[in-house]
């Protein structure tokens, strides 16, 4: 019986295809399992060094919350009553503790009837992520590549970065938040997909749940980093420095994706990498064996010539029936997912608790959310787990909608916030997994930039969301827990499958695929 099912499982990778030449023709799969190593010293220091550019993202996008924070106020006149609205108060019976540089907030007056100016820079900051994110996922699966829109991505941080913390007014604020919004939409996207392609089947969903330690790792240490620089402008500046240093000594030792090289028709590139990785991880890579796409080696590519360059676009992703649904599907609950994220993310404003030692509860109840996903990930599969991430958050969230924000209460709201960033969390990074196996090399970028901007939009909700205050944020976060793991039930499994290079591979591999179950029932 073993050896019966060990006969039906290997079409599900494209079996090795011998050339008129007698090369053995393989694809990127079964080259990493066979030759290279799923998971060697090769690709564990290409991720570590690659995902770094996660805590870069962490630092521009969460920066705002100590950067727009509203500051303690104290009284310095007569009429002035500690503890009540400075709404009602004369301007010069109070002031800020530690000044007007202390935030944004402080500097131009954003209280009261300027209130809603808070919110709107966060909204346009992720207006601005959004764009990056379509723009970005673009330019990586065409002419940049992973590594060149990282490289660029980073470039952008660092200028648009520093020229926030010499803004002059708020208007130029906003406007250079939009700009790094744009900039930082596209660092995760890039850095996730660079990090996770070259890694073989049998470890990549581990390793890809394995990336966002790297996120919450960068939110922890910005709450240390916004507690030495206490006034908003020179945190804008210590917050840009390590993209800075991440160009100049880490992107040197990153090397392109080889998928990516292979999609392009850059096949010599390609085995470099190969040899490389084999090399590095004590194996041998044998002198006939090459690389091909999906399609060529499942003998669907006569009509393909072996340099010529395969493209893909969102276009082909809507034109496909196979894709286009997962597509929808996973726009709609990454937005659902985002507006939880970050609105338990922002909404630490309103919990009226220590903001430094909240945002790293926060980051610090991640940790434990990705190590579990990752544990579970490869035994109980995608749909199921990102399911019960997604309930797990709303039913918490919608528990603090309904409590109190006095005393003891409190502290028990604080705690709903936290276990619901617990559960969304490992959603946030289980779902860029999912959506990278979902869809091909040619168009996974792009197809993850749709995803991004997508989530993107919901960061840009989530903002407005928590500025209405008290328990509604808690319900609108729990109703989207709710709705997105419903709809996750629609998407396919994709436990243990390839990832496929062209459309017409996948629409091979997946109709290999359900040949191989019918037969194993």
Not at 3 to 19: Q, S
Not at 164 to 176: E, M, N
Not at 387 to 414: E, P
Request: contains cysteine; charged residues 15%.
């Amino acid at each position: 019986m073993t050896k019966a099912l060990d006969d039906l499982r290997p079409p599900l990778i494209p079996a090795a295809e011998e050339d008129d030449d007698g090369r053995v023709l393989l694809c990127v799969d079964e080259m990493l399992t066979k030759y290279c190593g799923d998971f060697g010293f090769w690709q564990l220091k290409h991720f570590v060094l690659t995902c770094l550019g996660w805590s870069l993202e962490a630092f521009h996008t969460m920066v705002m919350i100590f950067a727009d924070q509203q500051p303690s106020w104290s009284c310095v006149a007569a009429g002035c009553v500690e503890g009540s609205s400075v709404c009602g108060l004369q301007p010069d019976s109070w002031r800020w503790d530690g000044g007007q540089g202390r935030s944004t907030v402080a500097e131009w007056g954003l209280v009261c009837d300027q209130k809603y100016k808070v919110g709107l820079v966060q909204a346009v900051f992720f207006g601005g992520c959004m764009i990056g994110a379509g723009i970005f996922g673009h330019l990586s699966d065409s002419k940049l590549g992973r590594k060149g829109s990282l490289t660029m991505v980073c470039i952008l941080n660092v200028i648009f970065g520093l020229l926030t913390s010499i803004s002059p007014g708020y208007w130029t604020y906003v406007l250079l938040r939009l700009l790094t919004g744009f900039s930082t939409g596209g660092a995760g996207l890039c850095a996730f997909v660079l990090a996770t392609e070259p890694i073989g089947p049998n470890k990549r969903g581990i390793a890809g749940m394995s990336t966002f330690y790297f996120f919450s790792g960068g939110i922890a240490l910005l709450s240390g980093i916004a507690y030495i620089f206490q006034s908003w402008r020179s945190l804008y500046i210590a917050s840009s420095v390590p993209s800075l240093l991440f160009l100049l000594f880490v992107l040197p030792f990153i090397s392109e994706s080889p998928r990516w090289y292979l999609i392009r028709g850059k096949t010599d590139q390609a085995m470099k990498v190969m040899h490389d990785i084999a090399t590095s991880n004590g194996k041998h890579l044998p002198k006939n064996v090459y690389l091909a796409l999906d399609e060529e080696v499942n003998g669907n590519g006569m009509q393909i010539k072996r340099k010529e360059t395969v493209t893909g676009s969102v276009i082909d992703v809507i034109k496909s029936p196979l894709t286009r649904t997962r597509l929808l599907l996973v726009l709609v609950i990454n937005f659902t997912c985002s507006v939880v994220y970050y609105g338990l993310s922002l909404n630490v404003v309103n919990l009226e608790t220590n903001l430094y030692l909240n945002v790293l509860l926060n980051a610090a109840a991640e940790i434990p959310a990705y190590l579990l996903t990752a544990i579970l990930i490869d035994r109980f599969g995608r749909k199921p787990l990102g399911v019960g991430t997604q309930w797990l958050s709303g039913i918490f969230c919608i528990v603090g909608s309904f409590l109190g924000s006095q005393g003891t209460w409190k502290a028990v709201r604080m705690g709903c916030g936290v276990l619901g960033i617990f559960g969304m969390a490992g959603t946030y990074n289980l779902l860029f997994v999912y959506a990278m196996e979902l869809f091909p090399t040619v168009v996974r970028s792009a197809a993850l930039g749709c995803a991004a901007q997508m989530a993107q939009l919901g960061a840009l909700v989530a903002p407005l969301v928590v500025v209405m205050g008290g328990g509604f944020p808690f319900m609108v976060f729990g109703a989207c827990g709710m709705v997105g793991g419903i709809l996750i039930l629609y998407l396919p499994e994709t436990l243990n499958k390839p990832l496929y290079d062209t459309m017409n591979g996948m629409a091979d591999g997946e109709k290999q695929a359900i040949v191989v179950g019918a037969r194993l029932k």
